[in-house]
């Protein structure tokens, strides 16, 4: 078990190919997972957006617990639209991954009631809500225990879209409770787990690890397999503060930019992965500077990219209340602490950009 599919030893180009060799060993996964794991090269697959919905639109007709994974570093590109409708009747419960990258001063108690919140505006009303670092193993004891509390002895699904560490996440709570490490294989690749995984739990019940849904306003689909690990942050988040005055620009890499309009002198909080440079200009010099500098200067995209990289699409904000944040999905986000700013954003076609209440 590594990815859940059937192995097989026929043919090399297919999902589950492993070769004869392999299967006399004490642990066998796919070659797709040997690679992944060993070597951090990934494999596309064949799988459809369909076929991933078939599979969630089963669990909705079942009897058990839903365990939804999202990151809080990008809770609403990590959402699966219309996830209350194929919920069925079941009771779920909401775990909010990746906590370990908010800064120290950020209160857990706050971004829980923030989830909830969220969460209920989306049409889902958890039984309870928790935060993690499935990577870190943070939070894992307690949420073991919640599962295990709300599932009535009953089949737990675990759910969520690409990339949000859902299968790191199930491999804490195996080690938890068995202490066996490390049975599924995990990456920071969209789309590793290709078909249910079963784990089996006492009294006949099972854990089943989900494939990850590909939501495609994710920024991860328009980057380099190369440059996820620079938009997807794995060190705590240091905040960089900008004073801009009107008509300047910020960019992200060449991925997003903020153009501040008008509403006088003023700071622009970046909550953005470290490894992304931030860029300043004149908005009157922006466009050009992006002609020019896109892939060099102005990167990820990388230069060999710009063919398939989408435009950029403008996205107009009146910030009319104090603590505002803006929000590229999957990217981070800025905020600002006064209203009264006239904002335009930028990202690529496709990816979601939008305001919320500050979280910070």
């Known amino acids: 078990m590594g990815c859940g599919v059937v192995l097989q030893t026929e043919n090399p180009n297919e999902i589950g190919y492993t070769p004869k060799s392999a299967l006399e060993k004490e642990v066998v996964i796919c070659q797709r997972c040997f690679r992944v794991k060993h070597y951090n090269e990934i ?9 991933f919905l078939k599979i969630l639109n089963g669990i909705g ?9 999202v990151d ?15 919920v069925g009747h079941n009771n779920v419960l909401l775990v909010g991954n990746k906590a370990d990258l908010l800064p120290k001063s950020v209160k857990h108690s706050k971004v829980i009631n923030w989830m909830k919140k969220s969460a209920k505006d989306l049409g889902l009303k958890p039984m309870d809500v928790f935060l993690m670092s499935a990577h870190k193993g943070q939070g894992i004891k307690e949420i073991a225990e919640a599962i295990e509390h709300y599932r009535f002895g009953k089949d737990v699904y675990v759910v969520g879209c690409t990339n949000v560490g859902k299968s790191t996440f199930i491999n804490a709570i195996i080690k938890e409770v068995s202490g066996e490490k490390d049975v599924i294989t995990t990456s920071q690749y969209p789309g590793t787990t290709l078909d249910m995984i079963d784990i089996p739990l006492d009294n006949g019940a099972s854990l089943y690890d989900t494939p990850g849904i590909i939501n495609h306003h994710q920024m991860a689909h328009y980057v380099d397999k190369r440059d996820l690990k620079l938009i997807s942050p794995k060190k705590e988040i240091k905040p960089k503060i900008y004073q ?7 960019y992200f890499g060449g991925l997003a930019r903020l153009d501040y309009i008008s509403g006088g002198r003023r700071s622009f909080t970046c909550y953005i992965s470290n490894e992304i440079n931030i860029h300043r200009t004149k908005l009157e010099k922006a ?11 102005l990167q990820p995209p990388r230069k060999n990219q710009l063919d398939e990289f989408p435009e950029l699409v403008a996205h107009e904000f009146a910030i009319k209340h104090a603590k505002t944040d803006i929000v590229f999905s999957g990217l981070g986000w800025v905020t600002l602490n006064e209203p009264g700013a006239k904002i335009v954003a930028h990202a690529p076609k496709g990816v979601g950009v939008f305001i919320r209440e500050s979280l910070i």
Do not use: A, M
Request: proline share 2%.
């Open 244 to 250: 801009l005055n009107e008509e300047q620009t910020l």
């Open 43 to 51: 494999q596309d697959v064949s799988l459809t957006d369909d076929d």
């Open 72 to 86: 809080i570093f990008d809770f609403n590109g990590s959402w699966l639209p219309g996830l209350h409708r194929f």
């Open 61 to 69: 007709q079942t009897d058990g617990l839903i365990v939804k994974v």
């Open 287 to 297: 466009d050009e500077l992006y002609r020019n500098q896109v892939g060099e200067l």
